[in-house]
């Protein structure tokens, strides 16, 4: 094999990677040491039955960005995803050990009301789920759980919460028109009102644009965009490109570990570890 110089190596490693400035990234300075917390993961290890899916995951993920797990496919990232809402407690044969501290408070201790976690742990999943129901009655659904069937009320939080998703122009004329004779893109952005309406802290989104087109995709990036000044978001994606537009923070995972966690601009155009830099500049995965 032929030994590249230093130069060399730095002229090639540039010349794979993603190149911020073409997908509009304006560099951001950002300290993951001067963020707030809002889920503190320390020590999180999974298994499905015997095999073991996360080992010894510790990260902080900030509050009020947008944080993405990247990695090659199997590597962990919904996995991961879905402890931060306790989801994997409906997957037989799932064990977790370890912590996770959302506001200081460990999710996975005894006692903890898991459907309230999940209202203020909200999730949006890559295939569109609306109800067979309105568009009106899917934005309202998690209020009338709560027992708020006033209709001054979910007036108002539906009106909200479509125009926090981007949507409200698209559907106030067919509020009560079924929501699945909708667009894949506007469903999903109805998924994330329905999700918003009770008003969560964390929105969680798994590959939340793989299943759209391009048009809705931008649109769902816009949103993120415009959601983190009220939300932590994180997010699951397949798409570097993605990652890069869209993030504050990156981490990187493979086979079930972190292996680089940091700002994202630092991450894609000078990452610390090896695997990083091979899969970034597309050597694997
Ligand atoms: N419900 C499950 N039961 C058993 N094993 C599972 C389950 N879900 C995921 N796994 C395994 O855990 C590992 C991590 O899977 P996970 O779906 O979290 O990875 P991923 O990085 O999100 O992959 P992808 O990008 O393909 O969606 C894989 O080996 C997968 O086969």
Redesign the pocket.
Known sequence: MVELSTDQQQADKKAHAIDMQSLGRVKQDLDIESETTCLDISGLDLF??D?Q?LYDISMNIPQKRVTSFI??????????LRTLNRMNDL?D??RVSGKILLDDQDIYAKGVNVADLRRRVGMVFQKPNPFPKSVYENVAYGLRIQGINKKRILDEVVEWALKGAALWDEVKDRLHESALGMSGGQQQRLVIARTIAVEPEVLLLD?PASALDPISTLKIEELINDLKSKYTIVI?T?NMQQAARVSDYTAF?YM?KLVEFGDTDSLFTNPKEKQTEDYITGRYG
């Open positions: 499905y039955d095999k899916a990695g090659p496919s199997g590597c962990g990232k919904s996995t991961l997957v044969g799932c590959e699951v397949h995972m079930g």
